[in-house]
């Protein structure tokens, strides 16, 4: 009975939580936004722990509790702020805008609509009016248009690049990057727990290896994983210092990087 009702928590709540990111999350105000991620992870969490048959006091807490702040942080690093529709659609947050929902082109305002454009009476249409022949023989067969003009463009090199604008944008980067893996991490792990294909690939290790004190220790797992994503933030983040170093470099020597900016039509 308690799988079952796990399992259809989890499947209503992952519903309700992917609505809530890809319709609702730049639409409502920033705090029910927010609060609808977060009831939505701690669903899903709650139903994994129904399915499992061991489950204690700090379970509930610490799964239900980082479901709910992971679901609300996942949803602002791929969508920008909550409750706010033009910087959503501007691009801000790591999901392409491609993915998300069109915006709805407004219905054009008939003119009918005007109180005072209805009322007016419309005048009488002028008699159309046949040219002289001189005036006719004047008109040419064809009237030329005029050239195209072209788009304008600018040539610019990228002579340097700030180290410390670099090490603070990837520093930024990979660590939401990290958090989004890591979210994605904890949410296969608790579907796999709620489905029971942990515990099957438990008892397949302790046949095979012949230990049975072998066990899956998710606490233990995550918190390795976040030392080493910190760790690679790290080195990463100083990786790419390093290249904007070698960069401005070989700029003294070569010119830079140059580039060609063009205006749209």
């Known amino acids: 009975m308690n799988a ?13 939580g992917l609505y809530g990111a890809f319709v609702l999350w730049e639409r409502l105000p920033p705090r029910l936004a927010v609060a609808v991620e977060a009831a939505a992870g701690g669903g899903i969490a709650a139903g994994a722990l129904l399915v499992q048959e061991h489950g204690g006091r700090g379970d509930w807490v610490v799964a239900v509790g980082a479901l709910a702040v992971l679901a609300p942080v996942q949803c602002r690093v791929l969508f920008g702020p909550p409750g706010n529709l033009s910087a959503a659609w501007a691009g801000q947050g790591l999901l392409p805008t491609g993915f998300r929902p069109r915006r709805k082109a407004r219905n054009p305002r008939s003119p009918m609509d005007e109180p005072s454009l209805a009322t007016e009476p419309t005048p009488p249409a002028a008699a159309a009016t046949v040219p002289a022949p001189e005036v006719a ?10 050239p195209r003009r072209r788009a304008r463009q600018t040539r610019v090199v990228l002579r340097k690049v700030g180290p410390w604008s670099v090490f603070k944008f990837s520093l930024l980067f990979y660590l939401c990057v990290m958090t989004v893996i890591l979210l994605a991490l904890a949410m296969l792990y608790g579907i796999l727990g709620a489905v029971g294909a942990l515990e099957h690939v438990t008892e397949f290790a302790r046949n095979l290896f012949a230990d049975k004190s072998f066990s899956i220790n998710g606490g233990w797992i995550f918190a390795r994983l976040t030392v080493l994503g910190l760790a690679m933030v790290l080195i990463w983040s ?5 290249i904007a170093f070698l960069y401005n470099l070989i700029s003294d020597v070569i010119g830079g990087i140059e580039v060609t900016l063009a205006e749209r039509h």
């Open 4 to 16: 079952v009702a796990g399992l259809t928590l989890i499947a209503v709540a992952a519903g309700a």
């Open 137 to 146: 023989a004047a008109i040419p067969p064809q009237i030329t248009r005029a």
């Open 238 to 242: 100083l990786i790419n210092l390093f």
